[in-house]
């Protein structure tokens, strides 16, 4: 498998991080956001990157079970972010 390298990378619903003022330089990934709510990605520099940001729902889909007590009715209050 290639090298792949994901300069930031906020993992299994990591949520409400602030990433600002960075240089991204030869990477395959800028930003990378595995599911979460509430991240501010602003003022960054991207140079030579595949891919500038990457963002998945993994809370929706398979990692769903995670949310346990989680549902419309309860909405973000459930987890303590």
């Known amino acids: 498998q290639p090298i792949t390298i994901q300069a930031i990378y906020l993992d299994d619903q990591m949520s409400s991080w602030e990433v600002y003022n960075n240089s991204f330089i030869n990477c395959t990934t800028g930003t990378f956001v ?10 960054n520099y991207y140079e030579d990157v595949d891919t500038v940001h990457h963002f998945d729902n993994r809370g929706m889909n398979w990692e769903k079970e995670l949310n346990i007590g989680c ?4 909405g973000p209050s459930c987890i303590p972010w």
């Open 71 to 74: 549902n419309s009715t309860t």
């Open 34 to 43: 595995g599911g979460g709510r509430l991240n501010n990605i602003h003022d």
